[in-house]
């Protein structure tokens, strides 16, 4: 079974706070994504990345970057967290990005005061 | 805008009833997938089917597309109360649309026993 893990189900954070968000995949694929999920607006890309040290940016990357050292880890960094960064984060691996199945880790919920 | 458009936005029925939700989108598809989500959790991949197929069958899953009308629908038979959940459709484009995939707002639905 695939398997993607995200390092902390629930964060709570200070406005201005670096934040690491970190996802760790098992089954060797090329592509990793960041979501972020709120009522209503369903999921959204923030960035994703196709291979190891690169990255793409998705639909809503501001306040946010990346990074992929290593093929099965993908961080999200929140330069300096605010609070309309406060949402459902959601990492997920796949072999051919949108062509194919994405398997999710179990999501990081992050409130920022 | 978002790709994908689920109806309903929610919908509750009785354990042992059939749940129909659907989708529709905008542009041209590579795939679309349906996949659910428990609360507070991560995705949970269901079923994916290509622009070129009509119907899919997985258990007492059922998922058509009709590409002419750009809907897709999924059928959930015998329902039970652990279908409770959100359930989200995603489009996967052609590789110039980027590889990516773009998914709707969602449809929550209870199943009462």
């Known amino acids: 079974d695939v398997k993607v893990t995200q390092s902390s189900r629930y964060l709570v954070k200070r406005t201005g706070e670096k934040v690491f968000l970190e996802c760790v995949q098992d089954?060797?694929?090329?592509?990793m994504f960041w979501y972020r999920q709120d009522p209503g607006l369903g999921l959204r890309l923030i960035y994703f990345?196709?291979?190891?040290?690169?990255?793409e940016k998705g639909d809503i990357p501001e306040g946010y970057s990346v990074s992929r050292e290593k093929k099965e880890r993908f961080s999200l960094i929140l330069e300096s967290a605010s609070t309309n960064q406060t949402s459902m984060y959601l990492c997920?691996?796949?072999?051919?990005?949108?062509?194919?199945?994405?398997?999710f880790g179990p999501g990081t919920r992050l409130l920022v005061l | 805008s978002q790709q994908g458009e689920e109806d309903p936005q929610a919908l509750s029925i009785q354990e042992g009833e059939n749940a129909t939700m659907n989708c529709s989108y905008k542009?041209?598809?590579?795939?679309l997938q349906w996949y659910r989500q428990n609360s507070g959790r991560g995705l949970v991949h269901l079923i994916l089917?290509?622009?070129?197929?009509r119907e899919k069958h997985s258990g007492r899953l059922r998922v058509t597309l009709d590409t002419s009308k750009k809907s897709s629908s999924l059928l959930i038979t015998a329902s039970r109360a652990a279908d409770t959940a959100s359930y989200f459709c995603?489009?996967?484009?052609?590789?110039?649309?980027?590889?990516?995939?773009?998914f709707g707002a969602g449809t929550i639905l209870r199943v009462k026993s």
């Open positions: 542009t041209s598809i590579n795939n």
């Open positions: 089954m060797d694929h090329e592509n």
């Open positions: 995603a489009t996967g484009g052609p590789m110039e649309y980027g590889n990516k995939l773009v």
């Open positions: 997920a691996s796949g072999l051919a990005g949108g062509r194919e199945t994405q398997y």
């Open positions: 990345s196709y291979d190891v040290k690169m990255k």
């Open positions: 089917i290509r622009s070129n197929e």
